[in-house]
């Protein structure tokens, strides 16, 4: 699987969401500062209301921008036989004859990416999964918790 167009795939669908979010706030912002948006009585909650939405659509939207940084500035190292898994690899595992992809980035877990008919599931080392992943190599086997319990899983390549 080719990681430059994993990283390009992962940095346009953060952009997309960037975008979005940023004119969600703009429109949020706009309602909260209208002039329909000014309070009849002491007890008209909606201006108020509409600037912590458009507060919180702001933070999310600069959030979004760091992931996007993050990515931009990650290197695509190569890979050599036997290496450890790391920030910026692609961990493919396999249990019970299927494989399940991961990469592992320095932000945005959670993200899914369709390429090549696969998957691609961006984990954190912070989480769970992805601090068994990081220092992972080729052929050792991790035990990773499913839905009904503990699920052994081979490590069938780090790229």
């Known amino acids: 699987m080719d990681k430059a167009r994993l990283l390009q795939a992962i940095i346009e669908n ?75 690899n692609l961990v493919t595992l396999e249990a019970k004859g299927r494989l399940s992809h991961f990469f592992i980035g320095p932000r945005s877990g959670g993200l899914e990416i369709e390429l090549d008919g696969n998957t691609i599931t961006v984990v954190t080392p912070a989480s769970p999964l992805g601090r068994q992943l990081v220092g992972a190599r080729p052929g050792q086997q991790l035990k990773i918790q499913g839905r009904t319990g503990p699920v052994v899983h081979q490590v069938a390549a780090v790229q």
């Open 14 to 88: 953060i952009q997309r969401e960037l975008d979005t979010q940023t004119r969600a706030a703009l429109v949020s912002r706009d309602e909260a500062t209208h002039e329909e948006s000014k309070p009849e009585n002491k007890y008209d909650m909606h201006a108020q209301e509409a600037a912590y939405l458009a507060e919180g659509q702001a933070r999310l939207a600069a959030e979004l921008h760091e992931n996007l940084n993050a990515y931009r500035a990650l290197p695509i190292d190569k890979v050599t036989q036997g290496d450890a898994a790391g920030i910026g």
